[in-house]
């Protein structure tokens, strides 16, 4: 087992994983299901709670069902019953201040990474090393995940060919300190050794309709950083925007492909499931919403 599938706390009432049935009417029902084969937790407790219905938000009072999207707490459901994801990044999610909270899927990766997820509603954007995070993000200048990770070298290294042409003397004082403790690896210099071999730390996602994406997307605070594309990935969000092509996914899609993604190609291992659960929720309500266009002849 590896020490991400040990990092997995699930509540012994969620370790059930999905199961695809034989019938042939439940094969042709599946084609239409794009989630289906994930290896989430039970979703027994997501129907137990809408079969409740609607609960007050202890906090601020608003009627929700799940989780309070205003207070990023649960809702008739406890902490016990849904899993807990550990990411091997940390995901900051900036969301424009007009986005609706209610219909943004931002709020799914941080109920349920709280550890790795931290939301920030734009203008607030926090400070960043350029070497070390990336922006996920179309664009002209954007690079694949499976080449992120040289992208990254590269820029690090280039700081590194410019601290070399700094005066003589200042390399030199730097190297004879160097040489001081060149027999002793501390702590800190085995961590800087880990970052030149994996030197990616953060990874930015816009939280935003696709047409509010422009005011934070060219913000001065996130030009440096390097954007990485998710390419062949289409959406099978039920809020599609109207007018924008199926490759432009919900943000707790676009984190859960980055993940698996970066999973595959950067981590070099083979996928097993390992953030599955980051579409807990996402994948519940895409199958309600479904059901409810089939009952009323949409689909």
Not at 84 to 109: C, F, M, R, W, Y
Not at 123 to 146: H, N, R, Y
Request: charged fraction near 25%; aromatic fraction near 8%; glycine fraction near 4%.
């Amino acid at each position: 087992m590896s020490s991400l599938d040990q990092d997995q706390r699930l509540h012994p009432s969620c370790r059930d994983k999905t199961k695809v049935s034989s019938d042939s009417s439940d094969t042709r029902e599946l084609a239409k299901q794009p989630l289906q084969g994930l290896k989430l937790a039970s979703h027994a407790v997501l129907e137990k709670a809408q079969q409740r219905g609607r609960l007050k938000c202890t906090k601020c009072g608003g009627s929700r069902m799940f989780f309070c999207y205003t207070c990023c707490s649960l809702v008739g459901v406890s902490l016990q019953e849904i899993p807990l994801i550990k990411l091997p990044v940390k995901i900051d999610i900036i969301k424009h201040p007009n986005e609706t909270d209610g219909k943004s899927t931002a709020i799914h990766a941080k109920i349920l990474a709280p550890g790795d997820v931290t939301i920030y509603t734009y203008p607030c954007i926090p400070e960043f090393e350029k070497d070390k995070v990336v922006l996920v993000f179309p664009g002209p200048g954007a690079v694949t995940v499976s080449d992120m990770i040289q992208h990254l070298h590269d820029r690090t290294d280039s700081r590194s060919r410019d601290f070399s042409d700094e005066p003589c003397l200042k390399r030199l004082k730097s190297e004879e300190a160097q040489d001081v403790t060149h027999t002793v690896k501390t702590p800190d210099e085995a961590t800087g050794s880990e970052s030149r071999a994996y030197p990616l730390q953060r990874v930015v996602f816009i939280d935003s309709t696709w047409n509010q994406t422009n005011k934070i997307s060219t913000d001065e605070r996130l030009q440096d950083l390097l954007q990485v594309e998710l390419k062949m990935r289409k959406t099978c969000f039920w809020r599609r925007q109207k007018g924008k092509p199926d490759t432009y996914l919900a943000t707790i899609e676009a984190i859960y492909y980055f993940l698996k993604d970066f999973h595959e190609n950067c981590l070099a291992q083979e996928y097993k499931g390992e953030y599955d659960n980051l579409l807990f929720f996402y994948s519940y309500l895409h199958s309600v919403v479904n059901k409810a266009k089939t009952s009323a002849g949409k689909c």
